[in-house]
């Protein structure tokens, strides 16, 4: 372009050779610049460029997952989380093939039992028959860790599932709704965070105290869900009001879709960030209140065991047995570790923006 | 149908006040206007001047609280919608009256796919199936011209461009074939060439399925080409009012003729670009007299002391002003 020569607007009486004015300011009459003629040619140019770039998907996730994997302690904990979730499931099985150890199975024949120490047989000699050693009744304490780490999971899954499905619709109600419903429906969370929560489940459990095993630890499940949607609730409401007021909000009102809708099918899916971060976080919490529970004796009843009942018994003869408390706290604190790396983890790659780099 | 005298729409008096911590704010104050079927009208005005509101007010979707709709009608085909069950609105939002909104990278829903947020429409409106459903959304966007509609139906909004995806909302605000489309600033959030096409699209598709219009934008150059009947607003009143035309060559208040001095000239080289001094009021305190005297040239002593006459020029030219007579004849021997 020839750049020596000021370009004056209204000159355009005399084209330059170098300067073609812009046909467009010829047209002053009636129609707008923008619907000259030559702008039609430059949209099909621009829906030719488009169409040459289909790209591949790559969805929110793909991105949130890449960056998971670029953070090591993230990685670590995801890949623990897994061995130990798949451990405990098929833990068992496979040591009573093995080993014909199940978690319940009290060796007779013996005339006293002991606890015999890992990997030593009970005269003394290495062994692997109880790799992580025996308890007080001679139940191979391996096969015992990997029940008790079931039961420990799914109490901290379920209760953290529960705590989702209250704590999501709940806070979700009161954020979209607002006004007076929201400031009620927030203050009876209040109200309840201001109670301490332990002995609102100690209360609960001890009320509906069941007969079996397996009742009490349903009951578990119900006690900590109903008390660990607090903090969720508080979240999703947060969420949801940054997000109601946002334009797609409006635009889907603006089509007729109801309210319950635009709250579930629109709104929520966008919480989904933080409320997974949180129920990552949710359920060490929820493990750590379960032990606390079984080591009080409100948890879960013999002859179903968790890390918690484990620990229980094990701290009772710490001085003579030590594996007997080490091995299912380790388990145990592994395991924890793991799903708070896991949780910083997913914080990170969901929330890109956020402090931490 | 005797009563709406073959208005599809009919403003009547509308008023919606906002209440907040500075006390009322009369965002919309007593706003009058019919919409034939067809035909488009353009509300024109600066930022907080209330064109949003109003038609916000139109389909019930003011956040209530802090706003309410104080009084006044809004006739769709002779029913009031404000005084309809809030069920009875939704069936009329997205299915007789749509909306298009200012930014597209923002009104659509970035964790829903395209499909699903097209398919939502129809299925709730029009009863399609799924499958019915998802054929006619890829249709609608081939018809905004989508290229590869269908490949790119199941995609995220992230994926498509500010443009492509204001063509996506025009779609689904399309979908039902609903008789007013109301588009809020629809190119603002755009630039300039992408501006003109989607401009260029919404005329196309108007013509073709002769839905009316409302267009909203502050944008005097896009209301030109655009629309039949123009409205001017200020601080929550019509200033003016007049067919587009008539407007664009005589204007009969001094806020519009302003406005108009106000839009670069390309074929006279200017010095300074004009601009109307001052900012516009703060809607909850409004003196009593005329809410743009402060910043009017011509304004006289009982401009600040007198609200303002809404006064007839012509049978379809009205102007809010104490010298709308005045202002109109001067500009008539201008032109």
Known sequence: ??????????????????????????????????????????????????????????????????????????????????????????????????????????????????????????????????????????????ARVLQGGQISLMVGIIATLVSLLIGVSYGATAGYLGGRIDNLMMRAVDVLYSLPYIIIVIVLLSVFKSQTARGQVILLFIALGSVSWLTMARIVRGQVLSLKNQEFVLAARATGVSTPRIIFRHIVPNTLGPVIVYATLTIPTVMLTEAFLSFLGFGVQAPLASWGSLATDGIQNIGIFPWQLVFPGVTMALTLFSLNFLGDGLRDALDPQGSRQ | ??????????????????????????????????????????????????????????????????????????????????????????????????MIFQDPMTSLNPFMKISRQMMEVTQLHLGHTRSQAYEHAIKMLETVGIPEARARVDNYPHEFSGGMRQRVMIAMALSCEPELLIADEPTTALDVTIQAQILELIKKLKQVTGTSMILITHDLGVVAGMTDHLIVMYAGKVFEQASTSELFARPGNPYTQGLMRSVPDPLKEQGELYQIPGLPPDVAHLPPGCPFAPRCQRAEEICTREFPPFVELTCEHFSLCHFAQEVYEESRTEA
């Open chain 1, 1 to 142: 372009m020839n750049n020596d020569r000021p370009t004056i607007p209204g000159d355009h009486d005399q084209p330059e050779p170098g300067l073609t004015p812009d046909p467009a300011l010829s047209y002053r009459e009636g129609d707008i610049i923008h619907t000259a003629p030559e702008f039609a040619l430059a949209d099909a140019d621009v829906l030719a460029a488009e169409r040459s770039d289909v790209i591949a998907s790559t969805s929110l996730w793909r991105d949130a997952w890449r960056r998971l994997l670029k953070n090591r302690l993230a990685v670590f904990g995801m890949i623990a989380v897994v061995f130990i979730t798949v451990a405990c499931l098929l833990g068992p099985l496979v040591i009573k093939q093995l080993t014909g150890m199940t978690p319940d199975l009290i060796p007779s024949g013996v005339g006293h039992i002991r606890s015999t120490p890992p990997l030593r047989a009970p005269d003394g000699s290495f062994s692997w028959l109880h790799p992580m050693g025996t308890d007080n009744q001679g139940r191979d304490l391996l």
């Open chain 2, 1 to 98: 149908m005797s009563s709406s005298n073959g208005n599809l729409l009919d403003v009547r008096n509308l008023r919606t006040y906002f209440d907040t911590e500075d006390g009322e704010v009369k965002a919309v104050d007593g706003i009058s206007f019919q919409l034939k079927r067809g035909e488009t009208l353009g509300i024109v005005g600066e930022s907080g001047s209330g064109k949003s509101v109003t038609n916000l007010s139109i389909i019930r979707l003011i956040p209530e609280p802090p706003g309410r709709i104080v009084g006044g009608k809004v006739l769709l085909d002779g029913v009031d919608i404000l005084s309809l069950q809030e069920s009875e609105v939704r069936k009329i939002r997205g299915r007789r009256i749509a």
